[in-house]
């Protein structure tokens, strides 16, 4: 029977599949079952920032996706991770066991024993810990240097590097093979100037695989390396403002042999975050040391970007990665399943290859749940099997329960344009004034709920924006759309005029 756990994990699984890399790594990455009771959970973070963020920009997202796992109204609480002398045991069992008032859960700290709701108790507990500690916000390694082969332990916004990103792991084709061979050159020769050296792709392609396996091979070869998202560097930024701990901050990030920056367009648009690393670029490309930059997009292409940061990327080599071939993607899911100790079928190995086309991350997700699927229920790997599976994990849409006619993308478009009293242009173009950022994201949000288009469809009918900035436009949407009245009438008021609706 599934268990809170296994219920959270396939969640994790599904937004893992939905978010960028740098969100989903410093927001969810860690994140376990605290408690859960009749619908309610109770999400331990690692920190008070992943927290306020989640609670502000992602629950309605990730509400949804566990209740379309559960089946069921959820409800979740964020709380920040107890010390692990405060834990309480044990975990919760299955999710479909009811608790009663008379359960008794175990204190690890006095050794008691409390009649009590788990989730108020998990709760009471977690909030009391970081009472008890927000006044001793510290990160130790800020106080000395980066030295070679250190490994910071106690950052909340550090990304360790995964042994399982390796050069070795990494399956290369006709469509990544420029970029593997790149990232190969510069891990292993210091002589080789492609400083700094641009990876540029879509989602889940394999940009941070290549750069982890950059960083193992740099620090086999005694190199201090660090390896960072542009988004944990924007948060230990403001961090360290907040703490007046900037000269610790740079000292940190500037004393390195290799700096690995991922998802680099995450930082294009905040003028302090651009400002604070084309400084830091600068110090370690002057001292001879090696920056290596993943990112969605070209440089060229990244309009927001500071134009001296662009400058500095196209000044290096750029390698772009393209979705893998069908060759390429059978060889992976190859890989992938022997690494497991699985004999995975060939029909099996040929639907999956088919079904997933453009995204390795979805491709490997997807081959985890087909193989777990099997090993729990106890069935043999079969292509029936895949196709159960890849039919359970697809999110419908959520609907209004009236009846509508579907609505095309260009007319959503036309709508939202027309009641905002803004042009089509101004709507598709490279405009960032509040209004029609605002008119944008409702845009985004009404072709996401209204139309079957997809996250990249509707990038590219919005004037080519890539799949991270429209899943943000709906994101942002989505959350105030259920607490702002004025919003709502908007939307409502857009929808009227697709006559999407025949009563609102």
């Not at 400083?195 to 396996?213: D, E, M, R, S, Y």
């Not at 089509?424 to 209204?450: S, W």
Request: hydrophobic share 40%; glycine share 6%; net charge negative.
């Amino acid at each position: 029977m599934l268990s809170a756990r296994d219920a959270w994990q396939a969640t994790l699984g599904q937004l893992q599949l939905q978010l960028n890399r740098a969100t989903f790594d410093t927001w969810l990455k860690g994140s376990d079952v605290m408690a859960y009771e009749d619908g309610e959970f109770v999400i331990r973070v690692r920190h008070a920032y992943a927290k306020d963020w989640l609670e502000k920009h992602l629950n309605h997202l990730i509400t949804r996706t566990l209740t379309s796992i559960l089946g069921r109204s959820v409800k979740v609480n964020y709380v920040v991770q107890l010390p692990a002398h405060r834990t309480l045991r044990p975990l919760p069992g299955s999710l479909w066991d009811t608790p009663t008032t008379n359960t008794v859960y175990q204190d690890a700290t006095e050794g008691r024993t409390e009649n009590s709701s788990l989730v108020e108790r998990a709760i009471r507990e977690a909030l009391q810990a970081q009472e008890e500690e927000a006044d001793d916000l510290h990160f130790p390694e800020w106080d000395t240097p980066v030295t070679r082969k250190s490994q910071p332990h106690s950052n909340p916004f550090h990304t360790p590097l995964n042994r399982r990103y390796t050069f070795d792991t990494f399956v290369a084709g006709d469509s990544n093979q420029f970029a593997y061979a790149a990232a190969r050159a510069v891990a292993e020769s210091e002589d080789i100037n492609y400083n700094p050296l641009f990876i540029h792709g879509g989602v889940g392609l394999g940009k941070t695989h290549l750069l982890q396996a950059i960083g193992h091979i740099c620090e086999a070869d005694d190199r201090a390396v660090l390896y960072t998202t542009a988004e944990a560097f924007t948060n230990e930024l403001v961090m360290a403002i907040r703490a007046k701990k900037t000269a610790e901050f740079r000292d940190r990030y500037r004393n390195v042999d290799v700096l690995l920056v991922d998802d680099i367009q995450f930082m294009a648009g905040k003028p302090s975050s651009e400002e604070e690393f084309y400084y830091t670029f600068n110090e370690i490309f002057s001292r001879g040391g090696q920056i290596v930059v993943a990112g969605d997009l070209a440089p060229r292409q990244m309009s927001q970007l500071d134009e001296r940061l662009r400058s500095r990327f196209e000044g290096g080599l750029i390698a772009d990665l393209q979705p893998p071939e069908y060759e390429t993607r059978l060889a992976i899911l190859e890989v992938k399943s022997a690494a497991q100790g699985t004999d995975l079928p060939g029909d099996v190995a040929h639907f999956l290859a088919e079904h997933v086309t453009a995204n390795i991350r979805e491709l490997e997700g997807l081959l985890t749940q087909v193989m777990a699927r099997a090993n729990l229920s106890h069935q043999p790997l079969t292509l029936s099997l895949a196709r159960q599976v890849i039919a359970a994990t697809a999110l419908p849409k959520q609907r209004p329960a009236k009846a509508r006619r579907a609505a095309k993308l260009d007319e959503v478009l036309e709508a939202t344009a027309s009641y905002h009293q803004l042009s089509l242009d101004d709507l598709l173009g490279k405009r960032r004034t509040k209004d029609v950022v605002r008119a944008r994201h409702i845009a985004i949000y009404l072709a996401r709920e209204e139309t079957e288009a997809s996250l990249p469809e509707i990038g590219e009918a919005l004037g080519g924006r890539n799949h991270s900035t429209v899943l943000h436009g709906y994101q942002k949407i989505a959350e105030e759309v259920a607490a702002d009245d004025d919003l709502r009438e908007e939307v409502a008021a857009i929808r009227r005029q697709l006559n999407l609706l025949s009563d609102l």
